[in-house]
Nanobody, 117 residues
Framework: QVQLVESGGGLVQPGEALTLSCAAS????????IQWHRQAPGKERELVAG?????????LYADSVKGRFTISRDNSKNTAFLQMSSLKPEDTAVYYC?????????WGQGTQVTVSA
């Protein structure tokens, strides 16, 4: 059974840092690219960051998070990460992990990140 399980969300103050994890099982993790998406209340889901299957290739970030967020993966542990620093209230959203290989794609259930003073 395919599973993507996000964890690490929570409530933080502006300027603080948080690291999200995405634990995968049930598929060949190291053949899939990984993306992090987020969805804020009343807004559409948006792509935040992406990393290629081997972790050494293409990495992309949304302009809104460049220089503050870092995506990475550990294929030996079937886990992906999103390190977030200098968090802003506008980063508040549910963060989702997505695994993609061609037309095959899996989503996690999401983890809430709230940035508030």
């Amino acid at each position: 059974q395919v599973q993507l399980v996000e964890s690490g969300g929570g409530l933080v103050q502006p300027g603080e840092a948080l690291t999200l994890s995405c634990a995968a099982s049930g598929f060949t993790f190291n053949t899939y690219a990984i993306q992090w998406h987020r969805q804020a209340p009343g807004k559409e889901r948006e792509l935040v960051a992406g990393i290629s299957s081997n972790g050494n290739g293409n990495i992309l970030y949304a302009d809104s998070v460049k220089g503050r967020f870092t995506i990475s993966r550990d294929n030996s542990k079937n886990t992906a990460f999103l390190q977030m620093s200098s968090l802003k209230p506008e980063d508040t959203a549910v963060y989702y992990c997505r695994a993609i290989l061609g037309r095959s794609a899996y989503w996690g259930q999401g983890t809430q990140v709230t940035v508030s003073a």
